[in-house]
T-cell receptor
Framework: DAGVIQSPRHEVTEMGQEVTLRCKPI?????LFWYRQTMMRGLELLIY????????DSGMPEDRFSAKMPNASFSTLKIQPSEPRDSAVYFC?????????????FGPGTRLTVT | DQQVKQNSPSLSVQEGRISILNCDYT??????FLWYKKYPAEGPTFLIS?????DKNEDGRFTVFLNKSAKHLSLHIVPSQPGDSAVYFC????????????FGKGTKLTVNP
C-alpha cells in the first residue's frame, strides 16, 4: 500500500495568498481527517469526513479555512487568505471507520510557512 | 482548554532503562485512549491503545496503564532503545471510541546509547 499521500510536502507563501493542501487517503478507507500541529496547541483535529461527507468541522479555526472531499480518493484543505499564524504542519489521516478504535493512518504532512 | 495534557515536553533516558511517559485528561467522558509515536518528517503512527474497562494493556516492550480515578494514563517502554527516540502523543476519545480523537501536545523522548 502507498499509504496516505499528501502534497505538497512543503509550502512557503506570502500572507494573503491562497494555499491548497491535497490528500489521497488509503484505498478502501471511508474516513478522512485533517489535523494541524503547532508547538502551542499540539495536534488538533480541524475537520473529518465519513463517506465523503463532512461530519465535524468544529475544529476549523476560521472561515478562511475550507475543506472538500469530492470523491473517496481525494480531499483538499484550502486557506484563503493565508496569515502568518497559519504556519504549521498539516496532516491528513484516513481510517476504515471514523471511530477512534479504528487505527488512523497519517500522511507525512505538509509544512506550511506563511511569511 | 486542553482536555488531554502531557505536562512533560521532553524526557531523556539511557538505553536499556525504563521510559515512563505521562498523560492526564480532564473530560470524564473519555473512555478510550491511544498512544501515537512520531518520527521527524513523518506522520504519527499508532502504538498502543486501552479501553476504560481495563487498567493495563501490554504489547511487547510497551505497556499502557490507566488510572480512571486519577484521570491519568502512562506509557512504559522497557527496555528503552535508541530507535524509540520520537515524539509520543497521548490521545483520547469518548463513547467507547466512537467520538473523534483529542490529542495532547506530545512528549519528545530521547534514548541515549
Amino acid at each position: 500500500d502507498a499509504g496516505v499521500i499528501q502534497s505538497p510536502r512543503h509550502e512557503v507563501t506570502e500572507m494573503g495568498q491562497e494555499v491548497t493542501l491535497r490528500c489521497k487517503p488509503i484505498s478502501g478507507h471511508n474516513s478522512l481527517f485533517w489535523y494541524r500541529q503547532t508547538m502551542m496547541r499540539g495536534l488538533e483535529l480541524l475537520i473529518y469526513f465519513n463517506n465523503n461527507v463532512p461530519i465535524d468541522d468544529s475544529g476549523m479555526p476560521e472561515d478562511r479555512f475550507s475543506a472538500k472531499m469530492p470523491n473517496a480518493s481525494f480531499s483538499t484543505l484550502k486557506i484563503q487568505p493565508s496569515e502568518p499564524r497559519d504556519s504549521a504542519v498539516y496532516f491528513c489521516a484516513s481510517s476504515r471507520d471514523r471511530a477512534a478504535s479504528y487505527e488512523q493512518y497519517f500522511g507525512p504532512g505538509t509544512r506550511l510557512t506563511v511569511t | 482548554d486542553q482536555q488531554v495534557k502531557q505536562n512533560s515536553p521532553s524526557l531523556s533516558v539511557q538505553e536499556g532503562r525504563i521510559s515512563i511517559l505521562n498523560c492526564d485528561y480532564t473530560n470524564s467522558m473519555f473512555d478510550y485512549f491511544l498512544w501515537y509515536k512520531k518520527y521527524p518528517a513523518e506522520g504519527p503512527t499508532f502504538l498502543i491503545s486501552i479501553s476504560s474497562i481495563k487498567d493495563k494493556n501490554e504489547d511487547g516492550r510497551f505497556t499502557v496503564f490507566l488510572n480512571k480515578s486519577a484521570k491519568h494514563l502512562s506509557l512504559h517502554i522497557v527496555p528503552s532503545q535508541p530507535g524509540d527516540s520520537a515524539v509520543y502523543f497521548c490521545a483520547a476519545s469518548a463513547y467507547g471510541g466512537s467520538e473523534k480523537l483529542v490529542f495532547g501536545k506530545g512528549t519528545k523522548l530521547t534514548v541515549n546509547p
